[in-house]
């Protein structure tokens, strides 16, 4: 129960936060210029015909209180601040709900629009409202740094019951994250071995084919050249899928196949020009990266940035003092095994 009541795995949440927002944040900024044939008032999609489509699914969306245009740009720009605010971890409790509200708003009003990714942020913008994903890596944890506040033992009683609820909430949502990913992977894993194209190794090979999914023509075209670089994309990809949900048994197994599914994803937003999907997934799968790892992560950054930062000023003179034998920091202190400086007084003379 004590290990229940704390808060687990921070830096998997804030990695998620950071991931995920910055996706639905730099995927609104690439599609700004067509944002109102997307999902405003010029869309195809009309207002009516998503107006049908909500009466049956009875799905969120504040787009649907106005079709007017000013209305519309302010919930998009909206969704741009929000998601800009979480990825930075600014007000991240606000900010959280600002953004699953924003989220769900966008994506109802057309949800003929998306690769996959987008339902996978759909999700995890939902999950991230009951985590406490700015605990670090996040402007919030640097203003309760530089201002902490009462010791936890001064709150009072309904104050840690509430903190020991917050907590609670936060593990179960981070165990809800952890099994929709698992769940992604095993369903799309098994429905891949009920394909006949999987099952006899050329499934990699049509896409590669198709000018949707080519950005990089001649690069598809090398590999799909290649009948054993096909064999042997299918067969690891179903592979690896299949097999996750039962890596999660041995740590240092799934630490590999976690590493060859991110590797995977970032060929898939190179080769088939998905960037956002893959972004959503890898975001996803952060939340079973190792701490251990993530915190040699933070270290490396924080000592590269040391050492790029210009010095403030010109170094410190050493201090001129006598050491006190029962202060441990002046008595390691190599500045002060110098002789002292014994001023004299005024109107005395010495030998």
Not at 96 to 110: K, P, Y
Not at 155 to 173: I, K, V
Not at 273 to 283: D, H
Not at 322 to 340: F, G, H, K, N, S
Request: glycine share 8%.
């Amino acid at each position: 129960m004590p290990r229940l009541l704390t808060t687990l795995a921070p830096y998997q949440a804030a990695v998620l936060r950071i991931g995920v927002a910055g996706t639905w944040g730099a995927f609104l900024l690439r599609e700004w210029p067509d944002r109102r044939v997307l999902y405003g008032d010029r869309s195809p999609w009309s207002a009516e015909l998503n107006a049908r489509l909500l009466a049956d699914t009875h799905a969120f969306t504040a787009l649907s209180w106005s079709d007017g245009r000013w209305w519309f740009e302010a919930v998009y720009l909206l969704a741009l601040l929000s998601a800009g605010a979480l990825a930075l971890g600014w007000r991240t409790r606000a900010s959280a709900v600002l953004f699953a509200l924003t989220v769900l708003s966008l994506q109802n009003r057309n949800v003929f629009l998306g690769d996959g990714g987008d339902n996978l942020v759909h999700l995890m913008a939902i999950y991230l409202v009951f985590t406490r994903c700015g605990t670090v890596w996040s402007l919030d944890a640097r203003r309760r740094a530089r201002r902490p506040g009462k010791d936890p033992a001064e709150w009072g009683e309904p104050r840690a019951l509430a903190d020991a609820l917050a907590a609670m909430l936060h593990n179960c949502a981070m165990l809800v994250v952890a099994a929709q990913v698992v769940l992604v992977y095993a369903t799309a894993g098994w429905y891949k071995v009920q394909g006949a194209r999987w099952q006899d190794g050329t499934a990699v090979f049509y896409p590669l084919k198709l000018g949707y999914f080519t950005p990089w023509p001649e690069l598809s075209g090398l590999l799909g050249g290649s009948l054993l670089v096909t064999f042997a994309l299918t067969y690891g990809t179903v592979v690896m899928q299949v097999g996750f949900p039962f890596s999660l048994a041995a740590r240092r197994l799934k630490n590999v196949l976690l590493a060859v599914m991110v590797c995977e994803h970032l060929a898939i937003a190179l080769l088939l020009g998905l960037p956002f999907f893959s972004l959503a997934m890898v975001a996803a799968d952060a939340v079973f990266l190792p701490t251990a790892f993530l915190l040699a992560v933070q270290a490396r950054l924080t000592g590269l940035r040391r050492r790029a930062a210009p010095p403030v000023g010109p170094e410190p003179a050493a201090p001129v003092a006598t050491a006190d034998p029962a202060d441990p920091v002046a008595a390691a202190d190599p500045a002060v095994d110098e002789p002292p400086v014994v001023a004299e007084p005024v109107g005395e003379q010495r030998d």
